[in-house]
Structure formats: structure tokens, C-alpha cells
């Protein structure tokens, strides 16, 4: 179901909207790439990253990624890293078994200044200014929240992919498509309770962009297998619902200099770029052997008829990969692409 903002909230967004700044107009488009892994690609050939799911690239070329132990990692160059943002101070906590750290979307601010992070198991975003490393806690959701980005106006859009307070209860909404999926909106300066519901029944919501100029907002609906496409309606909230991509169980989204969508799909340790400004999509990384083949083909199978295959996300499946590919961390210009996933390093993918 679609809801409605309130005429009050929306009146206050509206303003604040016209009155900032507009987007930068997107670059001239450039060629797609297209990859295939060699072992040197591995970032930090170490693997001394934890659940490395999400992140974005520094003005000064460091990738700062989620870190399961610490919230947030600094990676260098030259593949050394360390502890980002001060999370144990605003209570993150990673003390297993008993509790797990859920650090897991990144989004840089449009201020460039900040970062917004969020926790999937239990539902808080936190911001981390990139000077200080200063960590707030922004918002506590009741249940996890996957991914968060900003808009202009100092909201914050967000998703939340099941009703799950933990880990366990996350991948259960993964082993057994669950509608209880939602995207939320947090106007600026906005305390507990005042998230407003706007897309529900949704079946696990992860990744979401935001595109400001054209009015357009993108959802993955992993267990749907589709990325949804909505208007940012003026009458209240959004609207004009479509389905802009069909994907086997789409994770996170970034978008481009070139206005196109970039889309991880770890099932099938892919990463597809749909443009579109002429519709088309391209696969621009995959890694395929033999055994990933198999297991694409089981789980599908057992998909199709209801049958228990979460035990089937297992190294087969993405090896040589590090772990299940969850995303990409685009540099600006032509500076490398990064797949981002469960695993203990990155993939760079230069240009």
C-alpha cells in the first residue's frame, strides 16, 4: 500500500526542497566497462575487512566501509585500515552470539560532509561527520533498518526489510519471501515515532536512490525480485509506482555521474547497469564457475516450490569471490568501482 504525508509535513518539504540547491547535471555519458575477476582484484588482499556490505569513497580516495566489530572501517590505498566514527559511544555493539553489530548501508550526505549509516538488525541510523569522525545517533527505528539516504531537504528516506529486532529474524524474511517490508520517510530534525510510512507490503525493501532532479525514487525489493521506480508526488508522498527492472533478488543500488543504476545481485555475484534514459541494462560483472551455476540452478529450483535453500548461500555460490557481492561503492570520475559484500574484502574494479 501507498500512504500520504500529512499537508503540514509535506508543505515543510516542498519548501525546503525549492529552496535548495539543484542537482548537478549528470556527465556526458561514457562507455560501461565490463570485468572479469582476477585474483589482484581482492581490496585489501589482507581480507582484513568484516562484513564489508556497504560504503562510499572519501574526497581524499580512502573507502570507508561497515565493519561488523567496530561499525565503520578506513580503508587506504595501499590497503591498511582502521576504525571509522566513534559508534561504541552512541551504544553500536558487537558481542556475539548473544548480540550481533548490524552496521550495514553507507550513503554519503549531499553536504559531502557526512555520512549516514544504518543498522539492519536493530534500526538505528546514525550519521559520522567525516572531519571529526563524530558519531550521532540520527534516528531508532522499531526494527532494522537496511539502507538510508538524505535529500536536499535534510530528510532521510529509508528502508526497513522485514520486522526483525535481530539477525536470525532478517534472514528468515530471506530463507521465506515475508511482505512486511517498508519505505519510510524522516523529515529533517525528525524524532522517535515521526517516520512516516509511504510504501508497506513490501518483500524484504533494501537498497534505494534517490534522484532529486528527476522527482524519482528507486526501490530493491529483493525477495520480489524487482527494483521499484516511484514519482516523488507533490500531492503527498509518492506515487506512480512501476517496476522499472525485473532481477533475480536485486540488493543494493548506486547511481552514477551518467544518471544510470548500478545493481548488485548477489545470488548470481553479479553487478547490472540499467540507463534509463534508453531502457537498456548491461551485465558488467559476473563471476561463473561450474559449481556458482549449479547452486543459481538449485536454489532456484527449491525457490520455485517452496523448499528450504538458505544453506545453498555458501562459498560455491560466489568463490572466487570474497563473499556474496551486496553492492558497489562508485568513485567519482573514473576512479574504481568497489563490489562491496558479506565477506572479509572488497573487489576493485578499476577504469
Known amino acids: 500500500m501507498i500512504h500520504r504525508i500529512s499537508q503540514a509535513c509535506l508543505g515543510l518539504i516542498l519548501i525546503l526542497v525549492a529552496c535548495a540547491p539543484a542537482d548537478p547535471a549528470p556527465e556526458a555519458a561514457a562507455p560501461l566497462p565490463s570485468w572479469t575477476f582476477t585474483p589482484d582484484m581482492i ?10 556490505e556497504d560504503g562510499v569513497v572519501l574526497p581524499d580516495g580512502r573507502v570507508v566501509v561497515t565493519d561488523q566489530a567496530t561499525g565503520l572501517k578506513a580503508v587506504s590505498a595501499d590497503g591498511t585500515s582502521r576504525p571509522f566514527g566513534h559508534f561504541a559511544e552512541v551504544g553500536y555493539q558487537h558481542l556475539p552470539p548473544e548480540q550481533a553489530g548490524g552496521a550495514n548501508g553507507v550513503a554519503m550526505e549531499p553536504d559531502g560532509s557526512h555520512i549516514l549509516v544504518t543498522d539492519a538488525f536493530k534500526g538505528a541510523i546514525y550519521r559520522v561527520a567525516i572531519a571529526t569522525e563524530a558519531t550521532t545517533l540520527v534516528y531508532q527505528h522499531a526494527f532494522g533498518v537496511n539502507t538510508a539516504v538524505s535529500d536536499r531537504s535534510g530528510g532521510i528516506w529509508f528502508t526497513q526489510s522485514t520486522r526483525n529486532t535481530s539477525e536470525a529474524e532478517l534472514w528468515a524474511a530471506v530463507a521465506m519471501a515475508t511482505p512486511d517490508g517498508a519505505l519510510f520517510y524522516l523529515p529533517a530534525g525528525g524524532g522517535v515515532g515521526s517516520a512516516v ?3 508497506d507490503s513490501l518483500a524484504f525493501a533494501n537498497g534505494v536512490v534517490l534522484d532529486e532532479a528527476a522527482g524519482l525514487l528507486y526501490v530493491a525489493e529483493t525477495m520480489g525480485n524487482r527494483v521499484l521506480r516511484f514519482k516523488i508526488d507533490p500531492a503527498g508522498g509518492v ?4 517496476v522499472a527492472l525485473e532481477l533475480d533478488g536485486p540488493d543494493n543500488l548506486e547511481r552514477d555521474g551518467q544518471g544510470r543504476l548500478w545493481v548488485a545481485q548477489p545470488l548470481r555475484t553479479e553487478v547490472v547497469v540499467y540507463d534509463p534514459a534508453t531502457g537498456s541494462t548491461q551485465s558488467v560483472f559476473r563471476i561463473v564457475t561450474p559449481e556458482s551455476e549449479a547452486a543459481v540452478a538449485e536454489i532456484t529450483r527449491r525457490r520455485e516450490v517452496g523448499e528450504p535453500w538458505l544453506e545453498l548461500m555458501a562459498p560455491p555460490l560466489w568463490s572466487p569471490a570474497p563473499g556474496a557481492i551486496t553492492g558497489m561503492i562508485l568513485s567519482p570520475g573514473n576512479g574504481p568501482v568497489y563490489l562491496a559484500g558479506l565477506g572479509n574484502a572488497l573487489i576493485r574494479l578499476n577504469r
Open 43 to 52: 581490496f585489501p588482499a589482507d581480507g582484513s575487512l568484516f562484513r564489508a
Open 197 to 199: 510510512i509511504l510504501v
Open 239 to 242: 506515487s506512480e509506482r512501476t
